[in-house]
């Protein structure tokens, strides 16, 4: 202040302080644990651990899982208080001390503040903890201040699905990690959850039959080729080699006065042209129930066919045989089909039948062709010529080409041709081959390669011609 006269001067100075607020936190910064989720909000943020971690946002841990399939957590144990030395949930102690509770082999383990549950990677403590099997968790006084949290355990152990006796009684169940087997005791027959005795075991069917086990009960079925009710099974006759075939049933006595007899004599008489006189096999059987004549109980005389068919002798069966029909496996005879050429004779035989051509013609018996004849008086064949191999176009035996190139051979009007193939020998007309044949006045033969897919065989040809006109 300052005086002047009576006038007083007064100064007012004012300071202006800049003030610097601290920035607002945001997310931008990545202030939270590499597992967790970070949230802006007005002037703030927050940090949430992600699904399958625990903490507070800042620091995040794996949570241990126990999910395999037949594995569960124990429950959580504490064994030991934080006094003295440590705490220390030691596995083996565990083990000696909770029998039957923990497994030998965990997959993996939980430990926690007993008080507030918080993950104990999360405390801040020097603690030591293996895989289960090595330790547990161990906490030492004098390595945290010498004063450890309280802290308890669990384990991820194979649960013994034996216990619940899920297998039948007589069963034998046993356990494995992560799951269980039953097996049927000895002389008990099913998947292990039901058993039954096994009734198959003593063998009750036919030794040709399949024994099969069924709750409470079984079944016997001949085996494939056999017949019967499963606990006598008897062989199937057959009648299946080639040219064989089985006759119908016949059924020529009801068993009647003093047998039923289906005798192969008397069936043959008065039954001509349908069975053979040397059947390879029979069958019989009961005509209304087909049952198989060996599995009636009956006294049965049944030899091969050739001796008596059957007979069934009332007297030896209390007076009342059954009624049986019986069939004869024979020899069919091919040659009523007409198999063969009509210029060739068939011939059956067991199992088969032959054709063979008829004189004057040739050929394998399906195909018989005309044998070329030269009988006339003064007539007869010339040798066989090949003038061609079956090269470039053909093979041509021209007849014209043949007297020219074989001066004083070949008469100019053959009566008749006879050509082959020359190293089979075969008749032309048999070869299958697309041949041009004429009287050996026109043209010989020709066999073009063209029009057989070019390649003719190798024919050879001769000629009947009259000695006195050469």
Known sequence: MVEKGEATLIFLCFCCISVLADPVPTCSSSPCGVNADCTNSPGSFSCVCKPGYTGDGFKCVFIPTCSAFGYKWTKYYDRDDPSYNCDC??????????????????????????????DYRLTGQVIEAETAAEKGLVCTNANNHNQCLD????????????????????????NSPGSFSCVCKPGYTGDGFQCDVDE???????????????????????????????????SIPTCSASGYKWTRYFDRDDPSYNCDCEDFYD????????????????????????????????????????????????????????????????????????????????????????????????????????????????????????????????????????????????????????????????????????????TAAEKGLVCTNANNNNQCLDYEIRFCCDLDLF
């Open 89 to 118: 949930e030691d596995f083996y102690d565990l083990r000696s001390e909770n029998p039957g509770e923990i497994c030998s082999s965990p997959t993996a383990i939980q430990a926690r503040v007993k008080s507030s549950k918080l």
């Open 200 to 234: 198959c075991s003593s063998s009750p069917c036919d030794v040709n039959a399949d024994c099969t086990n069924s709750p409470g009960s079984f079944s016997c079925v001949c085996k494939p080729g056999y017949t019967g009710d499963g606990f006598q099974c008897v």
């Open 267 to 438: 069936l043959t008489r008065e039954n001509p042209g349908e069975i053979c006189s040397s059947p390879t096999a029979i069958q019989a059987r009961v005509k209304s129930s087909k049952l198989d004549y060996r599995l009636t109980g009956q006294v049965i005389e049944a030899g091969t066919a050739t001796e008596k068919g059957l007979v069934c002798t009332n007297a030896n069966n209390h007076n009342q045989c059954l009624d049986y029909e019986i069939r004869f496996c024979c020899d069919v005879d091919e040659c009523s089909s007409s198999p063969c050429d009509v210029n060739a004779d068939c011939t059956n035989s067991p199992g088969s039948f032959s054709c063979v051509c008829k004189p004057g013609y040739t050929g394998d018996g399906f195909q018989c062709v005309l044998i070329p004849t030269c009988s006339a008086s003064g007539y007869e064949w010339t040798k066989y010529y090949d003038r061609d191999d079956p090269s470039y176009n053909c093979d041509c035996e021209d007849f014209y080409d043949l007297r020219t190139e074989n001066p004083g051979e070949i008469c100019s009007s053959p009566i008749a041709i006879q050509a082959r193939v020359k190293s089979s020998k075969l008749d032309y007309r048999l070869t299958g081959q697309v041949i041009v044949a004429g």
């Open 151 to 174: 802290y308890e355990i669990r384990f991820c152990c194979d649960v013994d699905e034996c216990v619940s006796s899920p297998c039948d009684v007589n069963a034998d169940c046993t």
